[in-house]
């Protein structure tokens, strides 16, 4: 039986997922890689089954109330009356599932998963309940309804479940199998809707039959599945709803109600200049402008709280929107054959409700086949884009030869055409929740899912909403030109279906000339299919390129470095517990997260003062919601007693230490002469008694011990020498422990720029304005996490074990200028590494920088980047610039792979351009080289980026 305890096992996010080519990864994002096959979850086997049964048949039952009315209206019309209403009977549902889709995924975000979606399916199934008992249309239609909003959120439920219980590797075979559930049951939908017509059951038991599905597993929702709460525990219910965007949800409401009313009924039961349609249609699209600028603009809400995740909607990185429309695609080519087939052979054939039903089996077989085989093949090779071509293309040839068909088509014909569409959409019909659940950071598979969940819905709902529009519409028009006398409202009750004996009745001659008219409208509404699937297509070539490919023309005795193979991604043992000593600072809360994301479930932070303002809280709860559990426990490391308390209580609790970081400190900064023995104490005592304290009484069988240290420990720091002096001491600790078989690392670490105390007391320029020397001696948080990361993986880069010290940002270059108050760069044996205050290796990357944003044109700022390029090259191979050949590849000139390293970071750091190991270590030239980091370089405007995309991919 699953764990009750208000867990998330949600793991971190890994570009598993490639688009068309084979994935690459440069140094640094291996080691900041995930075990991809490594399964969250802590339930297997028949446990395992029984809850992927229960979810799915959730989905199920979701997809199957989509379409299940289809083929069951003129039995409901027969018992219930209120013709006016039909269209409502499956309007009402997918209405309010798009409606308030979005508002369950902000649900599942604040509230606790599994209770969240119990409640879901309780709603559904009450709302079945209704339906199945309804005495008149009024009541149907509120089943309806009920039953869209509960049906949708047992389907973010299931989103959200399966994020957070598996692997990213095996997440698009679930996802698929997902999307075989939801495409099988929007498909046979009309099948079993048929099936209970025509049998004794009744129409009534379309829907009773949710009821007993339901019933059968609550058992498995109730006991089996884990309780995963987003938010931390004992969070107040109003705090909750205050990160709701409540004004979001009714304009969307509101939008969504007004616009499906006003397509709906316009043509079919008003003229389409009636001035209810009219408002109808304009107030739906006001208020769609409306939703968009508020969440646009965070009107009545927050960037964090509002309903649409906007931020995932970029022109800069388009993948995501492109996702978005395609999803929106498939919705389309699931859901028009779907309606449409049935249609056509009650028509065309005479056909009943099940038999009709039945001749979609060829479009369901095909559907199935290829989202479970794609699904399995993506999950396998990684590549997501070529389905996205293929489902396009055979949906747009299947969608373009169902358009040609005529009243006398086989029915082999119709199969084969239907076959393809299915062939198409299941390829890429739940692709896009896996795709775009690999591409954003782990924080963000939330607002993804309901980015992917919100366009497959609207897909749905405005295909059934225009393609019934249009074919009513084209239908009563062609109708009425073989039938001039006949009333509308006669027309409109027999291709509705309710009044099919008016077709039959007519004579041979008239009978075919109107189901010519009927069927030229089936055709019609594939319109719509074929320009999804043409969009479809459309978007896929337009996705952000790779970069530009690189043909590779080597003479017959070129040299090729040999890269060494990337060192093992890290892996945290879930089941382990890892100690942060002094971890609550936004060194530390950083160090968590990276932990959190590499695998580690369970932290717990040694502090004396606890999580004692707003900002830790909400850092705290962050870790949380990504399935962390954490624990603050007030224990003061200089406290032998405190620290013997916290080894009993950990051996109570049965933590399974298995990693320990000491990031205690504290300044007490003041000339040695004027010094006082206290603010001696109170700085050496957190580095000398509290990483004893820890050494002495915390579990010894550690896979690391990682001490904090500094720099200043190695350089030393005016007015530090207390802290120096607890630095050393540390250093010294780290030998003894590896002397005595144990695990111990000291980082001497120099200044993090970006996520160190001078983010909260004071600016980095106020330290370095007072420390010059500390200027070459300064590390980016990213540096320290992938320091951090290989000490944790007990693994360099090139595979060497990691020693028991570690000097963390100290460059190659020195500053001797005359004005730090530190006298060691002065001394002459430090000439080699020397940089005078006259050209100064800053003040060169400053004008570098400069200049590269000035740069109007792509030729202008490879110029300067080349330039940059031969800089840095020659001083690591001291030699002169004008030796450093642009045509020439950087590995020519003796790069290996750990100064490329060093030229990639220097790049990133400095250019601002993401690019990797292998772009530097490539034979591509320097300056071509040069091209590429352009295209990649925050620092140039937007046209000379594209500029010189488009130069370097040619």
């Known amino acids: 039986m699953a764990d009750h305890a208000e867990t998330e096992m949600q793991p971190s996010n890994s570009d598993i997922l490639n688009d068309g080519d084979k994935q690459e990864r440069s140094c640094s994002e291996s080691d900041q890689g995930n075990d991809t096959s490594k399964s969250p979850r802590n339930i297997h086997g028949f446990l395992w089954v029984s809850v992927v049964l229960a979810i799915y048949s959730s989905t199920f039952l979701f997809a199957l109330d989509n379409t299940i009315v289809a083929n069951i209206q003129p039995a409901i019309i027969k018992s219930l009356n209120g013709i006016d209403k039909l269209a409502w009977s499956g309007v009402a549902f997918v209405m309010a599932s798009s409606a308030t889709v979005l508002t369950w995924l902000q649900i599942f975000n604040q509230f606790n998963i599994k209770w969240m979606y119990i409640f879901s399916i309780s709603v559904f199934m009450a709302g079945s309940a209704i339906c199945g008992a309804a005495n008149s249309m009024n009541m149907l239609i509120g089943g309806r309804v009920i039953c869209g909003v509960g049906g949708v959120g047992q389907y973010v439920g299931v989103m959200n479940f399966l994020p957070r219980m598996t692997s990213m590797q095996e997440r698009p075979l679930y996802v ?451 399935g962390c559990a954490v624990d603050v426990v007030r224990c003061d490391v200089t406290d032998a007693e405190q620290v013997i308390a916290l080894a009993a209580q950990i051996e109570e609790k049965a933590w399974n230490v298995k990693g320990i970081i000491q990031l205690a400190m504290v300044l007490r900064d003041s000339i040695f002469e004027n010094m006082t023995f206290d603010k001696w104490l109170t700085a050496v005592n957190p580095k000398s008694k509290g990483t004893w304290n820890l050494h002495s009484y915390l579990p010894q069988s550690v896979d690391f011990f990682i001490i904090l240290s500094s720099l200043s420990g190695i350089i030393g720091n005016t007015a530090q020498a207390n802290y120096c002096a607890g630095n050393t001491y540390e250093d010294a600790l780290a030998l003894h422990r590896r002397k005595h078989g144990l695990a111990a690392t000291t980082l001497n670490v120099g200044l993090v720029t970006d996520a160190s105390h001078f983010d909260e007391d004071s600016t980095i320029e106020d330290y370095l304005r007072k420390y010059r020397h500390w200027i070459p001696a300064q590390v980016t948080d990213r540096e320290l996490q992938n320091t951090l990361i290989a000490v944790m993986r007990g693994q360099l880069a090139e595979g060497e074990p990691v020693p028991d010290q570690l000097l963390v940002g100290l460059s190659d270059q020195v500053r001797r200028d005359g004005e730090s108050l530190n006298l060691w760069p002065l001394d002459r044996k430090f000439d080699h590494r020397i940089s005078l205050a006259g050209g100064t290796t800053a003040a060169r990357e400053d004008s570098h920088s400069q200049r590269l944003q000035a740069a109007e044109t792509a030729s202008q700022a490879q110029a300067l980047v080349e330039g940059a390029l031969q800089v840095n090259v020659a001083n690591a191979m001291t030699a002169s610039p004008d030796d450093i050949d642009v045509e020439k590849p950087l590995y020519s000139f003796g790069i290996d792979s750990l100064k490329a390293i060093e030229v990639r970071n220097w790049i990133f750091k400095e250019l601002k351009a993401d690019i990797s190991v292998f772009d530097v270590l490539s034979p591509i030239s320097l300056s071509r080289l040069a091209m590429k980091i352009v295209s990649k370089s925050s620092l140039v405007s937007v046209e000379v980026a594209t500029e010189a995309a488009a130069e370097a991919s040619s």
């Not at 049951?185 to 949710?210: K, Q």
Request: glycine share 10%.
């Open 176 to 626: 698929s199998a997902m999307g075989l559930t939801w495409g099988a049951g929007t498909v046979l939908g009309p099948i079993i809707g048929g099936a209970f017509t025509d049998s004794s059951a009744g129409w009534r038991w379309s829907f009773y039959i949710n009821l007993c599905v339901g019933g059968l597993f609550f058992p498995v929702y109730v006991f089996l599945l884990p309780s995963l709460s987003p938010q931390p525990v004992g969070t107040a219910v109003m705090e909750r709803l205050k990160r709701m965007d409540l004004v979001g949800t009714l304009i969307l409401m509101g939008a969504f109600a007004a616009g499906v009313i006003g397509v709906n009924f316009a043509g079919a039961m008003y003229p389409w200049d009636a001035p209810g349609i009219i408002v109808a249609l304009v107030l739906g699209g006001v208020l769609f402008i409306i939703f968009g600028i508020q969440q646009t603009l965070c009107i009545f809400t927050t960037e964090e709280s509002r309903l649409f995740p906007v931020e995932l909607v970029s022109w800069r990185q388009p993948l995501l929107t492109l996702l978005f429309i395609c999803g929106c695609c498939t919705g389309v080519c699931v859901t028009v054959p779907t309606y449409i087939i049935p249609l056509y052979f009650q028509f065309t054939a005479s056909d009943q409700s099940l038999q009709s039903g039945v001749r979609l089996l060829p479009f369901v077989c095909l559907l199935v086949f290829s989202c479970v085989g794609g699904g399995f093949l993506t999950s396998r090779l990684g590549y997501y884009i070529p389905w996205y071509i293929l489902g396009g293309a055979f949906c747009l040839i299947g969608s373009a030869l169902m358009y040609t068909i005529h009243s006398n088509s086989s029915a082999g014909a119709i199969y084969g055409y239907s076959a393809l569409i299915g062939l198409g959409a299941g390829m890429y019909l739940q692709l896009g929740h896996s795709v775009a659940q690999a591409k954003v950071k782990p924080e963000k598979v939330p607002a993804a899912v309901a980015f992917t969940t919100t366009a497959q819905l609207n897909g749905l709902t405005f295909a059934l909403v225009i393609a019934q529009c249009v074919f009513v519409n084209e239908a009563a028009k062609r109708i009425s030109w073989v039938l001039p006398h006949e009333a509308r409202s006669t027309i409109i009750d027999a291709i509705s279906g309710t009044g099919s004996t008016f077709v039959q009745d007519l004579d041979p001659a008239t009978k075919s000339r109107v189901l010519a008219a009927i069927v030229t409208a089936i055709d019609r509404t594939y319109i719509l299919c074929i320009v999804a699937a043409a969009i479809t297509l459309l978007s896929t070539f337009a996705r952000p390129p790779n970069g530009p490919g690189v043909e590779i023309q080597l003479p017959q005795n070129a040299t090729v470095p040999l890269l060494p193979s990337p060192p093992a991604p890290l892996h945290l043992k879930a089941e382990g517990t890892y100690v942060l000593a002094g971890g609550l600072g936004a060194l530390g809360l950083t160090i968590a997260d990276n932990m959190c994301a590499h695998g580690a479930r369970h932290l717990v932070f040694l502090s004396g003062s606890g999580a004692s303002n707003l900002r830790l809280q909400e850092a705290l709860r962050s870790l949380r919601q990504r």
